[in-house]
T-cell receptor, first 115, second 114 residues
Framework: GDSVTQMEGPVTLSEEAFLTINCTYT??????LFWYVQYPGEGLQLLLK?????DKGSNKGFEATYRKETTSFHLEKGSVQVSDSAVYFC??????????????FGKGTKLSVIP | DTGVSQDPRHKITKRGQNVTFRCDPI?????LYWYRQTLGQGPEFLTY????????KSRLLSDRFSAERPKGSFSTLEIQRTEQGDSAMYLC????????????FGEGSRLTVL
């Protein structure tokens, strides 16, 4: 079945540092890829997405590129802020065979940014 | 607020009791999903509705769990004879007709079984 593997945390960075969170996937179909973010005390929010190979998703200074050849979708940000402290989830959406495009999530990576 | 809403936000119960969670999806979304999230893990799929029809159920959804969406609008997730292993965050999400991408999540209902 489909699966997502992402870099284990927690990750602690100083403000303005460069961030990379690695994500690789296994899928039987041709999935769409997502990064979701969960801020403390809040629900999951979509951060960015990419629907086909070589697409780059971007939002709030974060970027990720859909790499089919390496089955990867690594999240990057050039300069993190304290407000970026959250848990980040990589996910894929693929047809389940029962009429549903389910999201399959990685385990999440907790990011703490210190001033 | 026109997002996905869940109620209650937090439920503490004793082992063996029944609990029910409610989800109100975004009004124009005909697809509704339940996920479960335990500490340190990503959300795991439980079940999926298209309108009022429950089209898919995960192996995680034991016979103590039942979900309904009677009129194709709100949904309920009931857990009977709760066990300590049921302690988790139960997430509801919805998606519009014809869309295969983003799911819109509620803030979740946290269950603690003592």
């Amino acid at each position: 079945g489909d699966s997502v593997t992402q870099m284990e945390g927690p990750v602690t960075l100083s403000e303005e540092a460069f961030l990379t969170i690695n994500c690789t996937y296994t899928a039987t179909g041709y999935p769409s890829l997502f990064w979701y973010v969960q801020y403390p005390g809040e629900g999951l929010q979509l951060l960015l997405k990419a629907t086909k190979a070589d697409d780059k998703g971007s939002n709030k200074g974060f970027e990720a590129t859909y790499r089919k050849e390496t089955t990867s979708f690594h999240l990057e940000k050039g300069s993190v802020q304290v407000s970026d402290s959250a848990v980040y989830f990589c996910a894929l959406s693929d047809y389940s065979g029962a009429g549903s495009y389910q999201l399959t999530f990685g385990k999440g990576t907790k990011l703490s940014v210190i001033p | 607020d026109t997002g996905v809403s869940q109620d209650p936000r937090h439920k503490i119960t004793k082992r063996g009791q029944n609990v029910t969670f409610r989800c109100d999806p975004i009004s124009e979304h005909n697809r509704l999903y339940w996920y479960r999230q335990t500490l340190g893990q990503g959300p795991e799929f439980l079940t999926y509705f298209q309108n009022e029809a429950q089209l898919e159920k995960s192996r995680l959804l034991s016979d103590r769990f039942s979900a309904e969406r009677p009129k194709g609008s709100f949904s309920t997730l009931e857990i009977q004879r709760t066990e300590q292993g049921d302690s988790a965050m139960y997430l509801c999400a919805s998606r519009p007709r014809g869309d295969t991408g983003e799911l819109f999540f509620g803030e979740g209902s946290r269950l603690t079984v003592l």
